[in-house]
């Protein structure tokens, strides 16, 4: 029995190795011939036969063992599916040629239990003559499973069955093992020691690190490049600072309260320079380098559309000359026109500047009123909001105990309904389990169906199978000369051979390249005239803008004398009234703050007078810069 025992643990350990997916069973087979030398002749020929059968009916073996763990083994180990496979290949394969009674030492030298479950289902004659053999037959023909498999098995029951039942008997009879008393713990003494005295231990060597490297000097220095574009930087800074310095002197100078006719005070000038030159002085008195000018670079596109433009405007140059020799009249009228408007919209644009100020000055004078007024009408509101206040807190304190009384009702549905939920959970089981009884019945007949299905579908495998199988004992012709030379014969126009068709190709292909050639040829020619025909637009554009640069810088600067020159002061009727309101506004204010003192719990705190004068010149400066903008957008336009 223990001779058995081991053949069997090594087929289930070498089947515990086997990967369908990977490995080949005649592959498999032969390396495990070649791990199995040192045993002997008799237990490798009984381990490679049992092992090459599993491997070659794995499938019909794999039914049976997968029913068995669904429908009778839920308790036993998915480990132990090798082992069933092994038991059912020796019953239903190697019973006749082993015998019953090496049959029974072999299963004697296995687990007792498993296998009385496992032969009990295996030699159920219910399962036999049922569902295995319709598996099966779907596999195999229905009459070779009968005639070699079902009926053997068939034969063998009466043995079988004695065999299950002495097994049952045995697992019965079988002594529990006996229960050792628990040993009871006795005390001993300590036997301790004296320690001994601690060894000094011997100290480590220092480990000798390597000598690091230098830190480079580019960690703490930073590099040129960085530099030069700081220098760059305050370079334009200082520039601007410049530029903006100048622009807010010729503010000033207009900006002076002076009488008509007299000149501007040099003194006034001077302080408004030392009042700008603090905020703009501040950045240390350092070289700077100018950057070099870069020329920019223009796609074709950009040197299309500017050359375009430049060219139209020759063209409307040359018809204005050409209508001025055909006697048409000149523009010096029209421009005289032009310039008064322009003119008088600078007038208008300066008195629509100062009514905003001055709207903004009366807006401040009317919100500070509102602000009094409003805070007359939020102490109101406040008192008004206090007694609202009282009154909603009686109201919640009733609204409270209405909604205690309420709970207490609920609580007493809540347990009236508990009452009858017993009686609804009856009704339900009893609903459910008429249901469960109405699906078992359709199961059974949806079954019944299926394999009345499968069985229909057999009988249809097999005629395909035996239709296939006199097509391939037909004799074939398997092949065919073919003459490259020879030409088909079909009746078609231009027919021709397969020799004389690749030589047609071979002459298209080299007219093909030669074409290729040609027109690759014309695009570097075009592409060539292109290029010198950008280069000249290119040196065209520069003069032109050349040209154009002269004309703007002449413009900019009538523009900057006619803006410098001063003019006479405003006069307006909007400027006028809007100058009364503003007295009345804050003669209200007053007289309101003197009548009804509002005692503020905490006021705000006022800013320094040096602090809203330069906000004041800030908004200057703004506006006049946003005004310079306008006139270098009209004089680009003009």
Not at 191 to 204: F, G, M, Q, S, Y
Not at 414 to 443: D, F, P, S, W, Y
Not at 477 to 492: A, H, S
Request: proline content about 6%.
């Amino acid at each position: 029995m223990a001779y058995y025992g081991k053949c069997i643990e090594t087929v289930i350990e070498q089947l515990n190795k086997f990967k369908p997916e990977k490995d080949i069973p005649e592959q498999f087979l032969e390396a495990a011939s070649t791990s199995l030398q040192t045993l002997s002749p008799q237990k490798q020929a009984f381990i490679l036969e049992v092992l090459s059968g599993c491997l070659e009916y794995r499938k019909l073996l794999a039914v049976v063992v997968d029913a068995f763990y669904v429908r009778a083994g839920w308790l036993c180990r998915r480990a132990d599916y090798n082992l069933f496979e092994v038991i059912c290949y020796l019953a239903t394969f190697q019973l006749d040629e082993l015998g019953f009674q090496l049959f029974s030492d072999i299963i004697r030298s296995q687990p007792l239990d498993k296998m009385c479950k496992f032969l009990g289902f295996l030699f159920n004659p219910l399962s036999l003559c049922s569902w295995i053999k319709d598996e099966w037959s779907l596999i195999y023909e229905t009459a070779h499973v009968s005639e070699n498999w079902i009926d053997p098995l068939m034969r063998w029951q009466p043995e079988v069955q004695e065999l299950i039942k002495q097994l049952e008997k045995v697992i019965t009879n079988r002594s529990p093992l006996p229960k050792t008393k628990a040993k009871v713990t006795e005390p001993k003494e300590f036997n301790l020691t004296v320690p001994r005295p601690r060894a000094i231990p011997v100290p480590e060597p220092v480990p000798v690190m390597n000598k690091p490297k230098p830190i480079p000097r580019s960690t703490y220095h930073p590099p040129k490049e960085q530099e030069q574009l700081e220098m760059t930087r305050r370079y334009n800074r200082w520039k601007a600072e410049e530029l903006l310095l100048k622009v807010n002197i010729e503010e000033m100078r207009c900006a002076v309260p002076r009488s008509r006719g007299t000149p501007l005070v040099q003194g006034s000038e001077k302080k408004l320079q030392l009042r700008f030159m603090p905020r703009i002085l501040k950045t240390p008195k350092l070289t700077f380098y100018k950057p070099n000018n870069v020329p920019v670079k223009l796609n074709t596109a950009a040197i299309l559309r500017e050359g375009s433009l430049y060219q139209r405007q020759v063209e409307k140059e040359l018809q204005r000359v050409d209508k001025l020799v055909d006697g048409a009249g000149d523009f010096s009228e029209f421009l005289e026109w032009q310039k008064k408007m322009q003119a008088k919209d600078q007038e208008e644009a300066l008195a629509a500047g100062e009514c905003r100020r001055l709207q903004g000055k009366l807006s401040r004078e009317e919100a500070i009123l509102a602000r009094q007024l409003l805070r007359q009408g939020n102490k109101q509101k406040a008192d008004q909001k206090k007694e609202e206040m009282a009154e909603l807190m009686q109201q919640c304190a009733e609204r409270r105990l209405q909604e205690e009384r309420s709970m207490k009702e609920l609580v007493e549905q809540v347990i009236e309904v508990q009452k009858n939920v017993k009686m609804a959970q009856m009704k339900l089981l009893k609903g459910r389990r008429h249901i469960v009884q109405e699906v078992i019945e359709e199961t059974r007949e949806l079954l019944q169906r299926s394999t009345e299905a499968a069985k229909e579908e057999q009988k249809r495998r097999c005629e395909l199978i035996a239709q296939h199988r006199a097509l391939e004992t037909q004799p074939m012709r398997k092949g065919k000369l073919v003459d490259l030379t020879q030409i088909p014969g079909y009746g078609l126009e231009g027919e021709m051979s397969v020799v004389e068709l690749r030589e047609r190709l071979a002459l298209l292909k080299e007219t093909q390249q030669r074409e290729e050639e040609e027109k690759r040829d014309q695009i570097i020619q075009a592409k060539r005239a292109r290029s010198q025909g950008l280069q000249n637009m290119v040196e065209q554009i520069s003069l032109c803008r050349a040209a154009m640069g002269r004309s703007a810088a002449l413009r900019w600067e009538q523009k900057k004398a006619q803006s410098a020159a001063p003019g006479p002061p405003s006069q307006d009727e909007r400027v006028l009234e809007l100058r009364r309101r503003i007295e009345e506004s804050a003669a209200e204010r007053r007289k309101q703050a003197a009548s009804v003192p509002i005692s503020a719990p905490r006021a705000p705190r006022p800013k320094p007078r040096a602090q809203l004068e330069s906000r004041h010149w800030v908004e200057l400066q703004q506006s006049r810069e946003r005004r310079l903008r306008a006139l270098q957008r009209s004089c680009v336009d003009t």
